[in-house]
Each structure stands twice: as C-alpha cells, then as structure tokens.
C-alpha cells in the first residue's frame, strides 16, 4: 500500500513514458532505475528495439515516431548526441549522460577540438545532465518533467498538506489570503498587481530553476485550496547571508496546529538538503507571541537582536549539521 506521500505524488505525476537505448546502457544504476520505471507506472521505450523493428523506422533525426507517444510526457534519456537529436523540435524533456557528460565537461575545459558543427544534435541541449544515477528515482525524472513543461514542483508532503511552486494561475488566490485581517502585520504585503505578476514570473525563472527551493504556496492535501505560503529566503545581514525560512497561515486554518506542521517539515527538508548553510534562521518581530511561540515549540535558540530594513528583530537560529 502506498503512503500518503508517494499517493500524492502519483496523483501529480505527469511522466508516462521513458526512453532509452539499451546500447548506451552500460551504468548499474541506470540499468536499476529502469528496472524500477515501470512499478511506477512509467511505460519504457527501448529505441534500438523500436528502429530494428520497423515501427520506429522515422526515428532517427527528427523524433518521428515518439511524437506520437505524447512528448508532454515523454522523457529521454540520452547518452550520446545522436539520441539526444531525438528531442529536437519535440516538447520532450531530457537527460543526457555517459558521452554528454564527458563532452559537455571538455567544452567547459576548452579540449573539445573535433565537435562536427555541422551534426544536427549541435544546437540541442539536455535539460539536465547527469554524471550517475544512484540518486535518481521517478521523482527525481518527474521534475524534469515538470521543470521542462513549466509545472509546478511539489517540495514537501505534511500529513494534513503539501507545499508546491508558485504558478502564474495562483496569483488571484495569493492576493485573498494577502488581505484575510492580521495577514500582513508581521510579514511583507504582496507588490500592486503588475508588479507582483513580474516580480513572480521572476521568482520562478531565477529562484526556483537556480536554486530548487524558495517561498512555496501551502495546500491542503485533500481540496488543493491554498490555506498558507512557507519555505525559504536568503536574508542579507550585511556581513553574511544566511538561509531564512518563513511562513503565513490563512486566518481559517490558525491555531490548528498547521504551522507547527508546515515548519517542522521545512526543518527536515533544510537538514537533508541545505545543511551547507550551517544554521536555519528566523527573524520575529517584538510584538509577534505567536511566531514567538513557535520558535520555542521547534526549539530554535534565541541568539540576538538584528535589524532588518527599518525593522528590529529577534534572531531565532537551528543548527542544521
């Protein structure tokens, strides 16, 4: 039986299809993630198969026959060029390894002399590469998937609700939990209506593509409506910048418990994968008990008084390591 996470995820998932050359399959866990690819739901399309057979015999050059599988949720792993020309012209999402890789790491060196200009896979890239797969799972290829068809990611999983990307469709939502009464007395307003709308697209472009994290939009598991925004920011304090997370519960779901929940989570996520910072921080206004409170229940020590723009705030710090 599936837990709550992974049946959310299955919900959501939009990879169906992956494809590969058996020839280009040389890595042992390249060879266990596609072993995997199917209990998951993940049709596999062996190409070198495909082409002997006849069926795929326009492949080669331009995609051919995969556009016909549905390249919105066709993912291909490439471990040469030429497999990577596959995608060209198509929406699918891509991976390459093993040759990609290599060359890729001799252009960054400036050794990559006998690159033919003229072949057709020159001027298509990866949308990720990878040098192994040890960490590499069906979510990990959804993602791609997602990041490829400009989707949003979900981050994190709680019992009660989830924490997915901003999308452009939700900014009509954000503007009525900004003005539910109490919201903005301890947190930032949102910008007029056509700032916010860059200042967004923005965010999603160099925020979440640079880095893989930022401020998230809090969902209930079960209707999807937006009841809370949470994650993390980077706070300049002149001297250092430090790792901040942050979070705003709409006046419906307060004192239920869910931002315990929320931020307890966001405190795994930042140890599994934002541990370099070395410390989480919070920085809470003298007048917000209830955020005070908070800091307490999550054992964050109190470390000092810092000011933020106009603003005197306590510093509330969690080691990370």
Known sequence: MLDRAEALFQSVKSIEYVCYRASEVTDDELKRLLRELPGAGVTLIELDALEK?????DVAGNGGALVSLCPEATLLLAGSRQ??????????ATVGYGQLVAEASADATGRAGDNDETDEAVDVRADILVE????????????IMKRAQ???????????CYLREITMDDLDDLFALYAQPGITDYTEPLYDRPREEQY???YIEKMYRFYG??????????????????????QDLGDEIVLEMGYIIGVPYQRQGYATE???KLVEFARAN???????????????????????????????EVKIGEKSMTRYQKELW
């Open 200 to 202: 967004t697209r923005d």
């Open 213 to 234: 994290y930022g401020m998230w939009l809090v969902c209930d598991r079960e209707s999807g409506a937006l009841i809370g925004r949470a994650g993390f920011s980077h």
């Open 150 to 160: 400009g989707l949003p990611w979900i981050a994190v999983v709680t019992d009660r």
């Open 274 to 304: 934002l541990s370099d910072f070395g410390t989480l921080n919070c920085f809470v206004e003298p007048g917000n008990t209830a955020s005070r409170g908070l800091m307490d229940k999550l054992l964050f020590q109190r470390t000092g």
């Open 132 to 143: 192994g797969f040890e960490e590499v799972d069906v979510q990990f290829l959804d993602r």
């Open 53 to 57: 057979s006849g069926v795929g015999n």
């Open 83 to 92: 497999t990577l020309a596959l995608a060209k012209n198509t929406k699918m």
């Open 262 to 264: 929320v931020c307890e």
